[in-house]
């Protein structure tokens, strides 16, 4: 089993930075993929990047040039850099796992889940 837990989301400024954290329990991590998505009220959890074992990255359009996946095997970490926030962005984060060594942008296709990190974005 493997557990997910998020840190880093908080209140920031339209055209502020946040770095999310996704630290994950047991020795597997290495050879998952790993995702983020986000979800607001109402709407399907929205597809964000994934990075596969080997660290290639794959980024819905929303996102690519200004947000960063990336991980840290031996800290069992994987983390999100987010640059250039926009009010848009405001949503529930998650980080999720996939015992595969690629990753995929469905999260029907993921088998661990955080509980998730809000980031709001708001002057």
């Known amino acids: 089993q493997v557990q997910l837990v998020e840190s880093g989301g908080g209140l920031v400024q339209p055209g502020g930075s946040l770095k999310l954290s996704c630290a994950a329990s047991?020795?597997?991590?290495?050879?998952?993929?790993m995702g983020w998505f986000r979800q607001v009220p109402g709407k399907q959890r929205q597809f964000l990047t994934f990075v596969h074992w080997n660290g290639g990255t794959y980024y819905a359009d929303s996102v690519e040039g200004r947000f960063t996946i990336s991980r840290e095997n031996d800290k069992n970490t994987v983390y999100l850099q987010m640059n250039s926030l926009k009010p848009e962005d405001t949503a529930v984060y998650y980080c999720?796992?996939?015992?595969?060594?690629?990753?995929?942008?469905?999260?029907?296709?993921?088998?661990?889940w955080g509980q998730g990190t809000q980031v709001t974005v708001s002057s």
């Open positions: 047991g020795r597997t991590f290495a050879r998952f993929s």
């Open positions: 999720a796992g996939r015992d595969s060594y690629l990753g995929s942008r469905l999260p029907d296709e993921y088998d661990y």
